[in-house]
């Protein structure tokens, strides 16, 4: 759980379970996240939230994350923030 600029203010992006994660990982093109033992379960995404944090900001860098029809993208994939 964390907030991340976007074009038009911050998003917060709130995971709270694995199904919601696998949700998250699909929304910023990086659906093998889930594969990853460090983000396996919410104990080790806690443990390793500053790697998880880079994943997220480098799609955040893309284009895929410009406009806020983008920026939206994790709620509409049922990620709240």
């Known amino acids: 759980m964390d907030s991340y600029r976007a074009a038009h203010g911050y998003i917060a992006i709130a995971v709270a379970n694995d ?3 696998s949700r998250l990982a699909s929304t910023i093109n990086q659906p093998g996240l889930t594969g990853d033992p460090r983000f396996a379960a919410d104990p080790q995404r ?10 997220i900001e480098t799609w955040r860098g893309t284009k895929a994350w410009r ?3 983008n920026a939206n993208r994790p709620r509409a994939a049922g990620v709240d923030g």
């Open 46 to 55: 806690l443990r390793h939230q500053a790697g998880l944090r880079v994943h």
């Open 67 to 69: 406009g806020q029809d």
């Open 19 to 21: 199904n919601l994660f």
